[in-house]
């Protein structure tokens, strides 16, 4: 785990597996993240969009998880403040894991994996409005700037309509229909709105003491 003279809150670094009773060395990024070659036994997803450490501080502990509840023994007791040896701090019937601390809809485990502070919020972006925007617009305008996976939810207003609605095809075909030779530099006879939601992710709780999957 890492933290540094800007962010004081110690997030996951990587995993690693040292040779008994010999020195190690790990190798890190910029953003003190292990790369992922040097990840062993378990490799978290790659994050790109972290700002830099500065004078960074690392600690090391057991990746175990004596609980089952997705987050490393040491992770509840530096990070979440939840206990690793009880799956359901508090008796929520929701595991620490999959508990939305921040109340923003990513869960204890999505922020470890996207090693951000569990205990602050994380909102999508703002709504956008492009004014007859070509194909190449609208997808400028759905890149983030996040290693968060947010959902964009995109609407389109035509000539003549007063609100926006749900588009009856792919925006790329409405482009196509316009000029099939060259559809992403044509703009378009009608405005989109482009928002984003949290994933609907997977969680667990728990029926007569037993974890029940919950999900799609």
Request: glycine residues 8%; hydrophobic residues 35%.
């Amino acid at each position: 785990m890492v933290r540094d003279k800007n962010d004081p809150q110690w997030r996951a670094s990587g995993y690693f597996t040292p040779e008994i009773g010999s020195p190690f060395h790990i190798h890190v990024d910029a953003f003190g993240m292990m790369a992922t070659g040097d990840q062993k036994p378990i490799a978290l997803p790659e994050v790109h969009h972290l700002s830099p450490v500065i004078n960074p501080e690392f600690i090391a502990g057991c990746g175990e998880d004596s609980d089952g509840d997705g987050l490393p023994d040491i992770y509840e007791v530096l990070v979440t403040g939840t206990e690793p040896d009880n799956a359901d701090t508090g008796h929520t019937r929701i595991l620490d894991g999959f508990k939305e601390t921040s109340l923003d809809g990513w869960s204890n485990l999505e922020k470890f994996r996207r090693r951000v502070n569990p205990l602050h919020s994380n909102f999508p972006p703002a709504t956008v409005e492009l004014k007859r925007p070509t194909l190449i617009d609208v997808f400028r305008a759905t890149q983030l700037n996040s290693d968060f996976r947010y959902e964009p939810q995109v609407l389109i207003r035509t000539n003549g309509a007063t609100g926006y609605s749900i588009p009856q095809m792919p925006l790329e075909m409405f482009y196509r229909m316009a000029n099939p030779r060259d559809p992403s530099r044509t703009p378009a006879d009608f405005d989109v709105l482009i928002s984003w939601k949290v994933p609907e992710l997977h969680g667990h709780e728990f029926h007569n003491g037993q974890p029940v999957y919950q999900g799609p």
